[in-house]
């Protein structure tokens, strides 16, 4: 192979260096490492859309930063970068793999041997970190190898091709020397382009058939949906107030939050999905999903909230959910006494653990598969997620799902607990102002303050708003929907120019008023009183 020749322990002697001279040496020797770990990376990520897509090199290295990630920094991440705190991870790892490169292109002018050796060593690690992955097996081996090996064919490509022609010291500074730069230059640069072209083929192709198979598993013919046996009616009359800048009361699907640990959207192919409960069941059962089909569907009106949304976070929406409830399929099974826990695991490895009481207390619990008319999209979890009214996402709202295992707390501590969290997530009484925007510049005169509260499983008994710490005055509520959902509210706010801050805090129905003090979201969710700053003009 081209890189072969590149095996040697002592460093390149003078008579072996590269005719290029200068700042060009170096500049090209960091595009001939760019380039090597580029095609590392796409042919890794070419066969893992064939044979494992979660092994893909980035992917693997991607999610195992993001296990080993100390709490703090995850935090931060969600708080600074939102919805796209996953672009930003991939990007950060990209750019220290970049750098990487960038060292192993100037390593390779002097220590050929090493950058070869320093390439394999990263794809060792890609293949390690893709292999110990939950969905792992011994052919999540094969990207991160295959693709370390075509980075050091690259670089030894590379690399040959800048060298050209040994210059001896009799000739070096002459117009030959001067030639064989020229020669080698051009050489390089041929070779680059070669590996450029192969580095776009071989990444198109991996992006293109990664979304086909994702597109072919989501949209593949499965059982049909089918219709509730209780329908819900339309949303109450006076549920949305249609205040301008107010989350509506039923959340479009491209807009609902989403927070996961899913660096690629899982894909399953309905006709390959199956679920399994087990654990400490009478009965141990596996269900397909025209079988999970077969039992009657509820659906209901329900929000959902993170527990690392901040106050006044936008990590809440309300949906009407259509699915199977999770209280009968436990029957179904048999729960044995002292299964206080269920745990369950997505097909991406997620573990997520919620109160067994909790599941059977007769709230609306549900393996839901139909979200606002439509089939669960792969985003929030096709074909199956869970959902448990009433209870934070990180205990209750398993994506992708495909197990259920009933055990004990003492047993077993899932993700979230394991890195800290609390082991009951139940949700806090919250509201939050969505009109004016903070900051905003408003005209004198009436404004509408609106927003939204939540105590699911509770409800909302009262909205109340002040303005820069004054008395407390009653917000009008919409009309309720059910208590699994949020309910909107409005100010009429007579507003005079100046600076002001406006403040919001809400009451649920069993009478417990949101707290005033400040709590950040870890350990078990965040609490205080949203304000803003306002100029009225």
Not at 390 to 407: N, P, Q
Request: hydrophobic share 50%; aromatic share 6%.
């Amino acid at each position: 192979m081209p890189f072969v020749s590149l095996l040697r322990l002592s460093p390149i002697r003078t008579t072996d260096r590269p005719p290029l001279a200068g700042r060009s040496r170096y500049v090209l020797a960091a595009l001939s490492g760019l380039l090597a770990g580029g095609t590392a990376i796409a042919v890794g990520h070419l066969i893992a859309a064939v044979v494992a897509p979660a092994a893909s090199p980035l992917l693997a290295v991607g999610s195992t930063f993001i296990d080993l990630t100390p709490e703090w920094l995850k935090s931060f991440a969600i708080r600074s970068f939102g919805s796209n705190d996953k672009v930003a991870l991939l990007g950060g790892i990209a750019t220290v793999l970049a750098l990487a490169a960038v060292a192993i292109g100037l390593l390779a002018t002097r220590w050929p041997r090493l950058a070869i050796a320093a390439i394999g060593t990263l794809g060792l690690v890609g293949a390690i970190a893709a292999v110990l992955r939950p969905a792992g097996s011994p052919i999540s081996l094969l990207p991160s190898l295959v693709g370390a090996v075509a980075g050091m064919a690259a670089l030894g490509v590379l690399e040959r091709a800048g060298r050209g022609r040994a210059v001896s010291p009799a000739v070096a500074g002459s117009t030959d020397a001067a030639s064989d730069s020229d020669v080698s230059r051009r050489g390089l640069l041929g070779a680059a382009a070669a590996v450029g072209v192969l580095i776009a083929v071989s990444g198109g192709l991996g992006v293109l058939i990664g979304g086909r198979r994702a597109s072919d598993a989501a949209g593949s013919a499965g059982p049909a949906i089918p219709a509730p046996l209780e329908p819900l009616a339309p949303v109450p009359a006076g549920a949305d107030l249609g205040i301008e800048g107010v989350s509506s009361f039923i959340t479009p699907n491209d807009q609902f939050y989403r927070v996961d640990t899913a660096l690629q959207i899982p894909s399953i192919a309905p006709e390959d999905w199956r679920l399994r409960i087990h654990g400490l069941v009478d009965r141990e059962v596996t269900l397909t999903l025209a079988q999970l089909l077969e039992y009657p569907t509820i659906e209901r009106d329900i929000t959902l909230t993170c527990v690392s949304n901040q106050v006044g976070g936008e990590y809440a929406g309300n949906a009407r959910w259509v699915g199977v409830s999770l209280a009968t399929l436990l029957e179904a099974a048999g729960v044995q006494p002292g299964a206080d826990q269920i745990v369950s695991r997505s097909i991406d490895g997620m573990s997520i653990g919620t109160p067994t009481a909790v599941a059977l207390d007769g709230r609306d619990s549900m393996l839901a598969i139909g979200m606002n008319g439509e089939p669960l999209p792969a985003v929030h979890g096709y074909p199956v997620r869970m959902i448990v009214p009433g209870l934070f996402g990180y205990v209750s709202a398993t994506k992708w799902l495909i197990d259920l295992e009933l055990t004990t707390f003492a047993a077993y501590d899932p993700y979230w607990v394991e890195r800290g969290w609390a082991k009951e997530g139940p949700i806090k009484t919250m509201s939050r102002i969505d009109a004016p925007k903070p900051l905003a510049r408003v005209p004198a005169g009436r404004v509408a303050v609106g927003g939204v509260a939540w105590a699911q499983h509770r409800g909302i008994k009262r909205v109340e708003v002040r303005i820069d710490g004054g008395t407390w005055s009653d917000a009008r509520l919409a009309a309720v929907d059910t208590i699994d959902t949020w309910r909107q509210w409005v100010y009429e706010w007579d507003a005079a120019s100046g600076n002001h801050t406006l403040e919001v805090r809400a009451t649920d129905a069993s009478g417990a008023t949101q707290p005033e003090m400040r709590a950040e979201p870890f350990p078990a969710g965040a609490t205080g009183w949203h304000a803003i700053v306002v100029t009225v003009t």
